[in-house]
């Protein structure tokens, strides 16, 4: 491949990923602030105990598998 034809399709999978990033965290924060403001402060850290309690959930089912294995 032509280092210019790389360069450019590197520098257009740059800049799509970090626009993605961006946008998904810009719209990811604005949505958890609308969440805490309506649900209250006691709700997000119900929900971030959940996600906690999930991985570490997913983290010993995929042990178990590879000892299985």
Same mark, same amino acid.
């Given at each position: 491949?032509?280092?210019?034809? #790389?360069? #450019?399709?590197?520098?257009?999978?740059?800049?799509?990923?970090? +626009?993605?990033?961006?946008?998904?965290?810009?719209?990811?924060?604005? +949505?958890?602030?609308?969440?805490?403001?309506?649900?209250?402060? #006691? &709700?997000? &850290?119900? *929900?971030?105990?959940?996600? *906690?309690?999930? &991985?570490?959930?997913?983290? #010993?089912?995929?042990?178990?598998? $590879?000892? $299985?294995?």
């Amino acid at each position: 491949m032509p280092w210019w034809r #790389f360069l #450019f399709w590197n520098a257009l999978g740059g800049i799509v990923w970090a +626009t993605a990033v961006g946008l998904v965290a810009f719209y990811g924060g604005k +949505t958890a602030a609308d969440a805490i403001q309506r649900y209250g402060l #006691f &709700a997000a &850290a119900g *929900v971030a105990v959940l996600v *906690v309690l999930a &991985a570490v959930g997913i983290h #010993f089912a995929r042990r178990r598998l $590879e000892k $299985e294995l």
